[in-house]
């Protein structure tokens, strides 16, 4: 049930197809019950607002203050979140958490699973882009949403809409372990083997609209990983976690290639000020414990 905030206001969400049919979407009143806050109609209008529409239609009040807004409100309720349920767990680590669940690719997810795309207000140039879909679009209007709910009903209605859809990626990223930041934990465990700094090579291909790339990497001269993505960082993440997962094997005694000794004992493989268990691939992480749990398959690379 929605709260009783504003609830005299919220009769009458404006319920039209933007545009007359070219920025057809839809009811925004459908969203407001599926988000179950009593956001007003015209902070929901505005969150939806894209700067592209804005352009092309008299310059209404777009989202882009809102998701300033929003950011910092998300930014807050995931860092207490984190600093709360997982008392044990060092600064260094906490970022990385946080860093996780809050960057674009996590929630244009959110996003998606919302159906938000289907309610943003967009210029004719985005929507036949395929605006709708776009990660950055999806991750800038739920930033815009949550800071309308927090202008229109404060931080505690503001924070149980970030918890409801954000508690279960804050799950998921604490049992990525090393499949944070690939690229990062690569490094590390390349430094604590004295084998020399990642090397990175990208090719590209395909039209600029739907381009594909492959990265490989070198570590002390072999290629030791590869990958393919939509973005360069997601193609080298891929690439990375190949690597990590090759010079991991190496060190436990599966040789994967020819190429310096790495067998060493379990604790040698903790980079930086992780703990021994922290970069198991996709160990999983419980609250009140920093250390991982073998066993866990590792999950994607971020979104670029």
Known sequence: MISECYEEDVVGVVSRSWDGGVNAGKDPADLRHVLDVPIMPES??????????????ANPPTNERLEFLGDSVLGLVVTDTLFRGYPNLPEGQLAKLRAAVVQMGALAEVARELDLGSYVRLGRGEQVTGGRNKASILADTLEAVIGAVYIDCGLAEASTLVHRLFDPVIARSARLGAGLDWKTSLQELTAAHLLGVPEYQVEESGPDHQKSFHAVVRVGGRVLGSGQGRSKKAAEQQAAEAAWNAITAEAAGQPTASGP????????????????????????????????????APGPAPEA
Not at 263 to 272: I, K, R, S, V
Not at 286 to 295: A, C, K, L
């Open 261 to 296: 000794d790495l067998t060493a004992a379990p604790g040698d493989l903790a980079p930086g000020d992780l703990a021994p268990g922290d970069l198991a691939p996709g160990g999983d992480l419980d609250p009140g414990d920093d250390t991982y749990d073998e066993g866990q």
């Open 44 to 57: 929901l209008e505005r969150a939806l607002t894209h700067r592209s529409y804005a352009y092309e239609n």
